[in-house]
């Protein structure tokens, strides 16, 4: 892309969280906690995009996120490109993997389930695309499931 045509803002140090689904970019905000983030926040979305459709895009200036914070987003947004900027440059692109287990993330849809009624953390293992309930064994579809 011309840099004359940026619809937002370059940052010289930070992360660009690009290509999210523009119906999830609040989710991908709120995994990664970015209400309590001190530097500042760009967050877009309904950008033109010509693999989405549209797109929401998220600037985080002066911040790296762990692979772990990374991981976190496959459930949310798992085709997300993370672009680690150094001095106004791309110096890195990062692809979202999705773990094999996800703990405290998405909410069991099991109603009897044991993190349903007791307060613990939720843990799944993830085959496939699809998350089992490590307590009650329950399976859900990554593309359908609700966030804690």
Do not use: W
């Amino acid at each position: 892309m011309n840099k004359k045509e940026m619809l937002v803002a370059a940052i010289k140090n930070g992360t660009v969280i690009d290509h999210i689904p523009s119906d999830k970019t609040y989710q991908v905000a709120q995994l990664l906690d970015l209400h309590n983030q001190e530097t500042p926040v760009t967050i877009g979305y309904n950008y033109l995009s010509k693999k989405l459709g549209k797109k929401g895009i998220i600037k985080v200036e002066d911040k790296f996120f762990t692979d772990e914070e990374i991981s976190r987003l496959s459930v949310v947004a798992p085709n997300i490109v993370l672009n680690i900027i150094r001095d106004f440059e791309v110096v890195e692109k990062k692809q979202v993997i999705t773990p094999d287990e996800i703990h405290g993330i998405v909410r069991c849809n099991n109603p009897k389930c044991i993190t349903n009624n007791e307060p613990m953390s939720t843990y799944f293992h993830v085959t496939n695309g699809i998350l089992t309930c490590h307590y009650c064994e329950k399976e859900q579809d990554i593309n359908k499931v609700e966030l804690c």
